[in-house]
């Protein structure tokens, strides 16, 4: 059966049980229909209590188009924890409408080891992307009519940095001209689209601890330059109350559940390769308060998503990761080692030999943080036992717990994840010294080359001439101090998508540094790397539809 099958026929239960096996009162529930509900977290315990929860941060190798499987190895592997008999929460990020509709398609996990309701969850849910998407365009629209009203502040309409947002990939919207038709249409100037999960709001909304520091934060966004160079803010404009008032009951995190009744909260989506790449602070932190073991993932590889966790929302939050899983499989593996993806199927020894460099190389740096991490084979029908075996015994060899999980399968509250789940329990009981991979004081191209030479394995950085300009300024207006976010191709450790399995000699380029003055971080835009994504030849959408009963056709 396909994924979406397989939920269509799960046996899902009323949203309230899973909250009451939660520790979630009736109270703190907002239902949206039978199977959904918002947690008002601020409800759940006195204020000052302090979470407790274990964290376990799932991350992978670099993701081919062979596909990972790293959601579904963290619902399978929360449900195995569950199986075992500890108190687990799940803290995931919302699927954006571009991948779903693009070239990914869902993001539940998949098989027997995925997040209910699967087709609700992949596109409207809540309606969370939307208040974001909204909160972000109102705020340009506010912008261009204070332009247009007299300009007190002096905004140079050409050197507004903040873009108008839509969740779906579009490259025709990249760089639009607005304001065309005369006086009474506004200000004529080129502006553009971001994507809703590579905005400032979506960053800062995933970040802010309760609703006061949202509005704080989206105060302290920076929005362009006046004519004499100095920053504009939220704060100044004076509407950052209106954009919180947008956002007021999307802040709250959603509760869902797994095939095997596993709770879980999904709350918040950025991208990790150019945004940061983690599910919202407020729900990680609301898991930790209710469960003994939160298990969480961030997007893409560990050079993108992990790094960004630990240098950037662990900074923000009390969320270090007490272990960390990464995810591997013979299939990727090989595909680094040098196999074409049609060719996958067919064993060959020498690609997977050579593959493994990727995968060390993610070990190796999240060793870096002060955690020696559990790598987790995902098991796929295509894997043969040689393989499976010979890759275990190699891990062994350098030093790395690993174990197999089949919980495509075998999920699901089954026995695929029994391994997965007790080599984590043994990490969990570890010491873990953990530790940033810079200090904050490191001047920011500093941070840049830290990252590019300890995580990528890059020789040097080159800064283009417009990052070297907008260095200056960073540092002119005191921003110096704040982390880095890369946006890089998530295909490979350098910015070139077709440099696979672990690339040594190379120059990481940096054409521009943006920041991120409410979220709190640098942008780093590496290579080619678009902050509005475009669709593939053949995109996801078209396969899909709804039949004559309403219910979702081809959603996978």
């Known amino acids: 059966m396909s994924d979406l099958e397989i939920a269509r026929n799960a046996l899902i239960r009323p949203i309230e049980d899973i909250a009451d096996a939660a520790g979630i009162p009736p109270e703190a529930l907002e239902h949206y229909g039978k199977y959904k509900a918002k947690v008002d977290s601020a409800g759940l315990r006195p204020p000052g209590s302090k979470a407790s929860g274990q964290v376990v941060l799932v991350t992978a190798m670099s993701p081919t188009p062979a596909g990972e499987g790293k959601s579904t190895c963290t619902v399978g592997l929360a449900d195995s924890l569950a199986r075992a008999g500890k108190r687990v929460m799940i803290a995931l990020r919302e699927p954006s409408l571009g991948p779903v509709f693009g070239m990914k398609g869902g993001a539940t996990g998949g098989g027997y080891s995925q997040v209910l309701p699967m087709d609700d969850i992949n596109l ?25 009203q007299g300009n007190a502040l002096g905004i140079d309409p050409r050197r507004i940095t903040f873009k108008r947002v839509l969740d779906v990939n579009d490259r025709a919207l990249r760089e639009v001209v607005i304001g065309l038709g005369g006086p009474a249409n506004g200000i004529p100037r080129q502006d553009g689209f971001d994507i809703t999960v590579a905005s400032e709001v979506m960053a800062v909304f995933c970040l802010a601890e309760d609703l006061p520091d949202l509005r704080e934060r989206l105060g302290g966004m920076t929005i362009g330059y006046t004519y004499d160079r100095q920053p504009v803010t939220v704060g100044q404009l004076g509407v950052e109350g209106a954009l919180t008032l947008l956002l007021k009951d999307a802040i709250k995190p959603n509760l869902v559940q797994t095939i095997a009744g596993t709770p879980a909260l999904v709350h918040g989506g950025p991208f990790a390769n150019i945004a940061h790449g983690c599910n919202s602070v407020i729900a990680t932190k609301t898991a930790r308060r209710l469960a003994d073991i939160v298990v969480t993932e961030a997007g893409f590889g560990a050079d993108l998503g992990a790094e960004k966790f630990m240098d950037i929302k662990a900074r923000a939050a009390d969320v270090a990761p007490s272990a960390v899983v990464v995810v591997a499989t013979i299939r990727a593996i090989k595909m680094h080692g040098g196999v ?25 740096n999240v060793e870096k943080f002060g955690i020696r991490p559990v790598v987790a084979i995902n098991r796929f029908a295509t894997d043969t036992k040689e393989e499976l075996d010979w890759l275990l015994h190699w891990c062994a060899g350098e030093g790395i717990d690993a174990a197999v999980a089949d919980v495509w399968g075998r999920g699901g509250g089954g026995p695929g994840g029994d391994d997965l789940a007790a080599a984590v329990l043994r990490a969990l ?38 990052a070297l300009r907008r260095l200056g300024e960073l540092t002119a207006n005191g921003w110096g101090h704040l982390p880095v976010c890369m946006a890089k191709t998530q295909y490979s450790f350098s910015d070139d998508p077709a440099l696979l399995g672990a690339p040594k000699g190379f120059t990481l380029h940096v054409r521009d540094l943006i920041p991120k003055t409410g979220a709190g971080f640098i942008v780093a835009l590496t290579g080619a790397v678009m902050t509005m994504p475009g669709l593939p030849k053949e995109p996801a959408a078209g396969k899909m539809d709804v039949d004559a009963d309403g219910n979702t056709v081809g959603l996978s």
């Open 124 to 148: 409207h849910f809540t309606g969370d992307f939307h208040a974001i998407t909204s909160a972000n365009n109102a705020l340009m629209a506010l912008v261009d009519n204070h332009i247009h």
């Open 429 to 466: 009981e570890r010491e873990v010294e953990f530790t940033h991979l810079y200090p904050l004081e490191l001047p920011v191209e500093e941070k840049i080359r830290v990252i590019a030479q300890e995580i990528y394995g890059a020789d040097g950085v080159e800064l283009s001439s417009q």
């Open 340 to 364: 074409a993806k049609s060719d996958l199927a067919r064993p060959d020894p020498d690609a997977l030999h050579d593959g493994t460099a990727n995968l060390l190389r993610h070990v190796r």
